[in-house]
């Protein structure tokens, strides 16, 4: 993105410099996040439990909604998030789970 | 979630905890995302930019999915994730650039 003239203003350079650091932290904590969830979905494979499980997903929006709401983020977005994270978790943990199945 | 016998395994007990400390560091560091985010809302309105902008995206989604594959994340995911968060700052700077225009 440039200014009518051409330019990109400094200040939008700077924020753009920060906003691509944080992008790069966030891709990094996601990929351990999905490390942690894949071993969960081996687990939950072995012991015959279901991909999904509404009792802890309601105790993880209850908490991401307060915490959001301390770091003054909007709390109906965390929400989304965590459903837009879950949602690929329990894709993985239903792959694992059949993958677990056919090896049984 | 419990196994059969109503008790949570130790390990996913331990696996939990993690990604409810995971957690915690995504919300702050998006809270920070869309702190700098706001800002260039607020620039773009100034200067009278769009809200979205396609070529600077583009430079994002091939760096966030070179990242993703150095940190072994999915880097279709990491796209997918991109244009989630992507979805939301386009909203904000959108009614960021209606209240500028119904200020000046």
């Known amino acids: 993105m440039t200014a009518p003239g051409g330019v990109v203003p400094a200040e939008l ?13 966030l891709v ?5 996040r999905f490390k942690a969830t894949q071993r969960v979905g081996v687990l939950k ?9 509404p009792g802890r997903e309601a105790q993880q929006v209850a908490r991401l909604r307060r915490l959001a709401q301390e770091a003054d983020l909007d709390p109906v977005f965390a929400e989304k998030f965590l459903e837009f994270i879950v949602a690929e978790v329990i894709r993985h943990h239903e ?10």
């Open 28 to 32: 990094h904590i996601l990929a351990e």
């Open 45 to 53: 494979a072995e012991i015959g439990l279901p991909a999904s499980d």
């Open 95 to 104: 792959a694992i789970a059949q993958d677990h199945a056919q090896r049984v």
């Open 13 to 25: 350079a700077r924020l753009r410099g920060s906003i691509d650091n944080i992008d790069a932290a």
